[in-house]
Nanobody, 119 residues
Framework: VQLQASGGGLVQAGGSLRLSCAASGGIFRILSMGWYRQVPGKEVELVAE??????NYANSVKGRFTISRDNARDMVYLQMNNLKPEDTAVYYC???????????????WGQGTQVTVSS
């Protein structure tokens, strides 16, 4: 199973970016898909997640970020609007996936994608 993230970049404060993440490989079922971020020297923090249609957001991004899933394509998106310099971080895609019917769910991570918001 692999997660491939894309869509990061450099944007001015107030701008928008859309992150995408595609899961591929042997996938029986996906329980949750989400996005985390990390600033150098700080812990990884949850940004947003979608678990069987239920969404959860970090307080700092509520009202600005929207997570969505395309279950048919095993993809998750993060629409980020009104970006702030404090949103600058490496963003990681995460998914809880059951590779086969006899497997348990396991955590999978994509490679990070840099988001930089200039003031």
């Amino acid at each position: 199973v692999q997660l491939q993230a894309s869509g990061g970049g450099l944007v001015q404060a107030g701008g928008s970016l859309r992150l995408s993440c595609a899961a591929s490989g042997g996938i029986f079922r996906i329980l949750s898909m989400g996005w985390y971020r990390q600033v150098p020297g700080k812990e990884v923090e949850l940004v947003a997640e979608n678990t069987s249609g239920r969404t959860n957001y970090a307080n700092s991004v509520k009202g600005r970020f929207t997570i969505s899933r395309d279950n048919a394509r095993d993809m998750v998106y993060l629409q980020m609007n009104n970006l702030k310099p404090e949103d600058t971080a490496v963003y990681y895609c995460n998914a809880q996936i059951k590779p086969s019917s006899i497997d348990d769910y396991s955590d999978y991570w994509g490679q990070g994608t840099q988001v930089t918001v200039s003031s």
